[in-house]
């Protein structure tokens, strides 16, 4: 770790520990949330252990990338790893890959890759986040694209969107900053009787830079200009004065388009999610809710014959061929909530989900053809208690599910087996005691199946082009397994004093069968997955929060990750690390509240040593790096119920240009700054 990034940033910020007395917060295990047990409760409530970013943390994210995944990278265990403000996350969760841990809207599964990026970020009131095993109560979310399905053995992440309106608001933002990035934004809030309304959307052009490594297979030769528009309504209704029964709808659309610094290297990607649900309350004790959703990816983007040493330049430079991926995913679940003998809760549901997905290609003056085209289905019967005796609370669950894949055409061709099937059984448990001296201990237990995705097994490149100048992408491997994975965590939290709290927590995640996604060849860049035998993640966190003063805030963590790949078969694999995974991880931050509505707040990412492959002989090894960001804003009182926020956000402020996977790298410093102003 570099030690004049901590200088310089607890050098800006050592004025603050002299400012005001201590403050008293009420503690964190009284916070509401919904994401463990699919009902409103304390966090005191569960024996997992859960984070929680509400709307003022919000506030002061600082997404150097746009993506909302980036506001979790400062919670223990996570190692986001946004590639650009044009690219998926491909980090990590728990020691495993990306997706070993899924993302929900509202508590249906969303795409872990794309929608973080799609998400409109002010129509979410807060993120929570579970850590450890929770694949009973939560389906795998059946998308084919990047690096396939998506499971929580590790846990999943919960966007929870603004519901009821008490006041209504009406806001206008605008903001620029580094590569001449220009960002609008409209929020307008209400409510009329019982229906509460959410409604707005943003739209932000850039220039941006080359976010290539060295010798990269992007090899922009301009910058990368790109537009982002999104949309998005979200309609609450209570049907009777008590609340009782509620209809919720939510929509979100997102444009995205833009070049990867070459004339005919542009994209298009169109992202449709809507959400419906209806909840209805039976009694004070019981609950049913249903909802169904609906996920559309619709991405296309060019090749051109860079690369090609053959051909004059200008003859490189030429389109090739236009490519695209079209994915719809339906999503539903029902679920009917009990309370009983003293906040014991029993859970009974029954989710399905059904996905279609087709890859195509069309190479220049020739016909569109389509080289993958499949369909699969998913259903699922779960349940689960929830008991609580005094300060003990004991949980235990399992799901049935059977998953269906009718494969029409695989990498061009009809396959001989065009029908495959599984059946899997898991199951979860998990205790925790309360204790009145704030220490609680916890323990957590839970079992995971996921199949390998399409993209996966057919690929986005045929077998034939291995190698060969200007064919990126995924090989195919038709051969690969499914795989089984077992997570446990145990640890305790403790509020030593009412404004600060200390978190342990150890954990281990063992999958069998697990498929990783190697790379096989760095210009062209090209990856394959293949089933690389046991893969063992553990690791141990250690977090602390702390009010300092009425004015100061702070949290630090730190993650030591361990993890192993074992594999007798194939020596090159047996004892690799667990690709894309770093050795470590650690954060700090501070936020300080200053007189006149002022507001600062300083963060340091700190993410250790990893490598792109599992493959000993022929890997590439990325170093630590570290980022730090800050966030100033002043807040102007205009009236009632309006406010005129400045703020400056200046991302990477070290100019670190570290390498990431896929060739791909950190471009350092940004800035954007910009006004929030209530109409």
Not at 198 to 210: C, F, H, L, P, W
Not at 454 to 482: C, M, R, Y
């Amino acid at each position: 770790m570099r030690i004049k990034s901590y200088l310089l940033f607890l050098g800006i910020m050592a004025p603050a520990f002299t400012f005001g007395q201590i403050s008293k917060d009420t503690t964190d295990l009284n916070e509401v949330i919904v994401t463990a047990s699919k009902t409103l409760q304390s966090a005191g409530n569960v024996t997992q252990k859960i984070d929680v970013i509400r709307s003022s943390e919000l506030e002061n994210l600082i997404t150097g990338n746009r993506n909302l995944a980036e506001a979790i990278q400062y919670l223990p265990g996570n190692a986001v790893s946004v590639l650009s403000r044009n690219d998926a996350n491909w980090g990590t969760y728990g020691g495993l890959g990306p997706k070993y841990s899924t993302y929900m809207l509202q508590g249906l599964p969303i795409d872990a890759f794309v929608d973080p990026m799609a998400v409109e970020l002010l129509a979410v009131d807060r993120i929570e986040v579970q850590r450890g095993p929770a694949s009973v109560l939560y389906t795998n979310y059946l998308s084919q694209d990047f690096a396939g399905n998506q499971c929580p053995l590790t846990g999943t992440v919960n966007l929870v969107l603004k519901e009821k309106i008490d006041t209504t608001r009406t806001m206008i933002g605008l903001s620029g900053g580094s590569y001449n990035t220009l960002n609008g934004n409209i929020y307008h809030q209400n409510h009329f009787g019982r229906l509460h309304i959410i409604a707005g959307g943003s739209y932000e052009k850039s220039d941006y830079t080359n976010y290539g490594s060295e010798g990269s297979w992007l090899n922009m030769i301009d910058n990368p200009q790109y537009t982002k528009g999104k949309l998005f309504l979200g309609l609450n209704y209570f049907m009777d004065k008590d609340e009782r029964h509620k209809i919720s709808v939510f929509a979100n659309g997102t444009m995205h388009r833009g070049d990867v610094g070459r004339p005919n290297r542009g994209y298009d990607h169109q992202y449709k999610l809507m959400n419906f649900a209806y909840s209805f309350k039976l009694n004070d004790v019981a609950t049913l809710k249903a909802k169904v959703g609906y996920r559309n990816y619709d991405r296309s983007w060019q090749e051109d014959h860079y690369g090609n040493q053959t051909l004059a330049l200008d003859e490189q430079l030429q389109l090739a061929s236009d490519n695209g991926v079209k994915q719809s995913i339906v999503p539903a679940d029902f679920v009917f909530t009990l309370k009983h003998r003293e906040n014991s809760t029993l859970t009974l549901g029954i989710d399905y989900q059904t996905a279609k997905y087709e890859t195509w290609g069309q190479t220049a003056g020739l016909v569109k053809t389509t080289a993958n085209y499949a369909s699969a289905h998913q259903t699922g019967i779960y349940a689960q208690e929830e008991l609580r005796f005094g300060s003990l609370i004991v949980r235990g669950g399992a799901r049935f599910n059977s998953i269906a894949y009718h494969i029409n055409k695989l990498g061009g061709d009809v396959p001989g087996n065009n029908t495959q099937s599984w059946n899997s059984f898991l199951w979860n448990a998990g205790i925790k005691y309360v204790s009145k001296i704030g220490l609680n201990p916890f323990v957590n237990i839970g079992t995971s199946f996921m199949t390998p995705g399409l993209k996966s097994i057919g690929g986005t490149i045929n077998i034939e082009d291995f190698g060969v100048a200007g064919k990126n992408g995924q090989l195919p491997n038709p051969e690969l397994k499914p795989e089984s994975g077992l997570g446990m965590d145990a640890g305790f939290d403790f509020r030593f004093s009412s404004f600060g709290s200390v978190s342990v927590r150890a954990f281990q995640s063992v999958v069998d069968d697990a498929i990783i996604d190697n790379v096989v060849s760095q210009n062209p860049s090209q990856t394959q997955s293949v089933n690389a035998g046991k893969t063992t993640s553990k690791g141990l966190e250690l977090s602390i929060k702390y009010k300092l003063s009425k004015r100061l805030d702070m949290f630090a963590n730190y993650t030591a990750l361990d993890t192993k790949i074992t594999n007798k078969i194939d020596t090159i694999q047996d004892g690799a690390r667990i690709p894309f995974v770093p050795d470590n991880v650690a954060n700090l931050g501070l936020t300080l509240h200053l007189p006149y509505r002022v507001q600062a707040a300083a963060y340091v990412h700190f993410s250790g040593k990893m490598y792109d492959s599992s493959n000993k002989a022929d890997r590439q090894e990325f170093d630590a790096h570290e980022i730090v960001s800050m966030h100033f804003s002043k807040d102007v009182q205009l009236g009632k119920n309006r406010n005129l926020s400045l703020f400056l956000n200046l991302y990477n402020i070290t100019n670190n240009k570290y390498l990431m996977p896929w060739q791909f790298q950190d471009p350092g410093f940004s800035f954007m700054a910009g006004v929030n102003i209530d109409i």
